[in-house]
């Protein structure tokens, strides 16, 4: 699961998009590993205009979604192996015939007005800095999610995923 609870988008024809946010793995029903932190980067290109201040959550359904996130500073979009489909309240939207998909991102808006179509490509970045700063020097996502570096930041994050 990736929780990315403000993300900003801009545009006026080229739009970027960026924030930052937690990566987690659910080991068993009510055991998560510790986040790994990590920055969504987006650029787009299209009919559209406006800012907008969005929360989202992204569902990663299959091992092979978060391996690609953790190994390969998983893309989401136009160029991302997996499969993604999103839900919202008029954040985006796009569509697939796979209905089986890898990646299922809820997004909510929380303040502004943006209108338009894009087409745009995203890249989830590992925040070395902030993965080094809270288990040590030399974290890795990897290590983090495997439960080999442990930290009691997110005791409260992970209690309220498991109810």
Not at 23 to 37: M, T
Request: hydrophobic share 45%.
């Amino acid at each position: 699961m990736v929780i990315l609870p403000e993300v900003v988008k801009a545009s006026w024809f080229a739009g970027a998009e960026t924030g930052d946010g937690v990566l987690l793995a659910r080991h068993a029903p009510s055991q998560w590993s510790d986040p790994s932190f990590l920055t969504l980067a987006a650029a787009s290109f299209g009919l559209q205009l406006g800012i907008q201040n969005t929360s989202i959550l992204l569902v990663l359904r299959t091992p092979g979604a978060l391996q690609s996130i953790i190994k390969h500073q998983g893309k989401v979009g136009a160029d991302f192996g997996a499969t993604v489909v999103f839900y919202g309240m008029g954040a985006e939207a796009a569509t697939t015939s796979n209905l089986g998909a890898d990646i299922v991102a809820f997004a909510a808006p929380n303040v502004g007005a943006y209108m338009g179509g894009s087409l745009e490509g995203s890249v989830l970045i590992t925040r070395r800095d902030l993965n080094e700063a809270v288990y040590g020097v030399g974290a890795t996502p990897q290590g983090i999610i495997a439960g080999k570096r442990k930290s009691g930041i997110a005791q409260s994050l992970k209690h309220a995923l498991t109810r």
